[in-house]
């Protein structure tokens, strides 16, 4: 019964139908906060689903917003498929690419590099302001 799993357990049954239904039509899946109440792997093995050509001969889109800096990383995502957002002053949001940002040398941004290290310490902005 529904009311008595985890709401991790719930969002996954909700999700399944979607991802199955969208990578067998090869349709978009846009999802806000994909990794709210799942567990970091099932999130995981939902973004490999979409990479695989096997499991998404079709090409079906995975498009999510999280707040999971663990994705941030070579293994699950190539650098044109990192985008983040950031409002500035007037409350305007931008949204850009990793793949937009160079190193000082005005080289890409390097493979080995640790995304997730470098978005905690603000290098590709998209960070909160929090005042003191």
């Known amino acids: 019964m529904k009311g008595h ?3 991790g357990t719930n969002k996954l049954f909700d999700l399944a139908a979607l991802v199955i239904g969208q990578l067998d ?3 978009p899946l846009i999802v806000d906060e994909l990794d709210s109440k799942l567990h970091p ?7 490999k689903l979409f990479n695989n050509p096997k499991t998404n001969p ?3 889109q995975l498009i999510f917003a999280t707040h999971d800096t663990n994705l941030l990383n070579v293994k699950t995502f190539r650098r044109d498929q990192i985008w983040f957002t950031e409002k500035d002053h ?4 931008d949204l850009y690419s990793l793949a937009e940002f160079r190193e000082l040398e005005g080289n890409k941004i390097r493979k080995d590099r640790s995304f997730e290290k470098d978005y905690i310490n603000g290098r590709y902005r998209a960070i909160p302001y929090i005042k003191d």
């Open 41 to 47: 792997l099932l999130t995981q093995h939902i973004i």
């Open 5 to 7: 799993e985890s709401s």
């Open 90 to 93: 007037s409350e305007v949001t």
């Open 25 to 27: 039509f090869g349709y």
């Open 58 to 60: 079709k090409g079906a």
